[in-house]
């Protein structure tokens, strides 16, 4: 397995890391519905088994709850160590409303939290989950770049911004990363953020390289349909139509790639993802260790020169015919 440093930074990752979003559980705006705590570190010391060596959360993943439990898997696993990586700026009132901050007094008080939580000294990476309100992007990035010089977080980066928005922040300071949504199913980064990122040094952790499970393999319109109320997917355009049909049709194409090479789906869309010379390392959202068997091979499998060229032409002609 090869490892990847991360932008300008000494973090050498694995090619896919642990995504903590769902492993926060019910009770929230933007949850995937219950999950079992136990379940969870049982997830996660299976994917530190097979090799990932860094775990992706944020604060406002179950209000807490995500890094509560990542530090307890960490706590209780008996190998290595992963790097640690959590965000900022997705606060919550005492009612448990999700509010947009950006604010330096906020930022520094999000981050002793997540460090209390985590049961960490350093966050590996820290974060800014978005970029709201913009007009506060500059303030809040300079704050972080003071929590780094404090030494409160070794490497800072960016989630869910553009390439203007980036500029503004490498202004105050150097950008080590940004988190984008990146899959067959959401490539609207390729026009202008990738290029922007790959040109300064900036170093890429995607997102959602599966669609949020879609391109597990598992997903269908039946089980669209029946996915429960409180799970977040339910509201998103991307599993109603007229996306859902066009994106089924993706999980066919993927499926059929997947039985060609041997592979899981899910393994043939994270490697479309890492075939971007942009991308350092895709996350990866667990929920159970059978999950973590279904795409440990993303790990060293890297997805042939014929797959991508098939994929490729099949996604540029179904996204031109406005499908």
Known sequence: MDLKTLGQSDLKLSPIGIGAWAIGGGGWAFSWSDQDDQVSIRSIHAAL????????????YGLGHSEEVVAEAIKTYPGNKPYVFTKCERAWTADRQIIKVLKRDSIFRECEDSLRRLQVDTIDLYQIHWPEPDEDIEEGWGALAELQRQGKVRWIGVS??????????????????????????????????LPYVHANGIGVIAYSPMGSGMLTGS???????????????????????????????????????????????????????????????????????????GIAGALEYQLDAESIHELDTFLNTIDGEGN
């Open 49 to 60: 088994d097979a090799g990932m060596n860094w775990i992706d959360t944020a604060a406002v």
């Open 160 to 193: 869910n911004f553009n390439a203007s928005q980036m500029k503004r922040a490498a202004a105050i300071a150097p950008i080590t990363s940004l988190q984008p949504p990146y899959s067959m199913i959401r490539r609207e980064v390729e026009a202008e953020t």
């Open 219 to 293: 997903m269908t319109r039946e089980r669209v349909a029946n996915l429960p109320s409180d799970d977040w997917r339910t509201r998103s355009a991307f599993f109603q139509e007229p996306l859902l049909s066009r994106n089924l049709k993706i999980v066919d194409k993927v499926t059929q790639i997947a039985a060609h090479v041997g592979r899981s789906p899910g393994e043939v869309a994270i490697g479309w993802v890492l075939k971007n010379p942009a991308v350092t390392a895709a996350i990866v959202g667990i929920r159970s260790p059978e999950q973590v068997a």
